[in-house]
């Protein structure tokens, strides 16, 4: 029987589909700004607000929008406003989101501990319809956002002092980066998992470093890869019976291997055709003298 013909895997796909295309398409601005691990971080506080979700009783998803949100934008003040660089901002996420959570989750009616593994590492069965509303309404805002600040945010990521002296409101769009990859997060976390969304993230951006240069070039190629590995990783997941997490992130490094292997050898060849061109030339016969 086909696994399209289930009501679970119709929903885990499109939500897979529209994860492969967000994550790495606010991945590659974090990338630049090299910032690769803030998911991680912001994944441990979404663990803080997952875990909440299931001590008050409401929908933990919603919880760990806002107390994701709420954690990135704090740290990017920190970050902007103190001395703290963004390598201790970071860990402030990882150990403040990690002790939270369990705190939070030991306080939690039992039964909790089972389907918290959902929310760290992904499930097929747990995409209720409910979360698939609310994955298209936050993906369709990160990416209709993203389509009209995209070449202010590039601009502030790629040089932010250049961005400030053009009169970009860098402030705003740092804070507004911040906030989008915690919605990342959460949305993606129902498929991929809290622990392994920032995989997702950044892998499929690196993948397509290594076979274009251009900006526009590199959205492309990553989106493809990210879409890729999180459909295969779901049609993957339900025929091994596997977390689809461990295998989207698994599909996409084997992505990045690859491309690496041909990004290689198609430099090596590029560079090849370059020293040989002028001894071609070098080598060409004499005109015969008169």
Known sequence: MSALTFDFMQRA???????????????????????????????????????????????????????????????ELVRQQGRTGGDVALALLFYGGIAGGVLLIGLAPGGSNANLLSYLFGSLTAVSPADVVLICLLSGALLLTLTVVGRQMFAVCHDEEYARVAGLPVRFLNLLLAVMAAVTVTVAMRVVGLLLVSALMVVPVATAQQLVRGFRATVVVALASGVLASLSGVLGSYYLDTAPGALIVVLALGGFAVATLLGTLVRRARRTTDIAAPVGVALLPQEAPP
């Open 13 to 75: 796909l499109l939500a897979a589909l529209l994860v492969g295309l967000t994550a790495p398409a606010v991945g590659i601005f974090l990338v630049q700004r090299r910032l690769a691990l803030m998911g991680d971080g912001i994944g441990h506080v979404a663990l803080t607000g997952v875990a909440l979700g299931f001590l008050l009783g409401t929908a933990p998803v919603l919880t760990a929008v806002i107390a994701a949100t709420i954690g990135a934008v704090v740290i």
